[in-house]
């Protein structure tokens, strides 16, 4: 099996998720996407939400997957 490698981009804020080929590529179509999706809530009168930068933290890790179907190991880091 080929496997492709992609990129995703996430705004917990908004609740919103894209991909790309690239980094940015995702960052690209989040941007687009969030615009959009402020856009929406504006125009439905809905309150647009805020990051507390003071609560809130970002973290992402690595993760391969070795082994076979049938007793994989996944590695973390």
């Not at 179509?29 to 504006?42: D, M, Y």
């Amino acid at each position: 099996m080929d496997r492709k490698t992609v990129y995703n981009a996430y705004c917990p804020t908004l609740g919103v998720a894209d991909w790309g080929n690239s980094v940015e590529e995702s960052i690209k179509n989040i941007q687009s996407l969030i615009k959009f999706h402020i856009e929406c809530l504006l125009e439905d009168k809905i309150e647009v939400p805020v990051d507390n930068l003071d609560k809130e933290i970002v973290a992402s890790t690595r993760i391969s997957i070795k082994g076979s179907n049938e007793k994989p190991q996944v590695m973390l880091g």
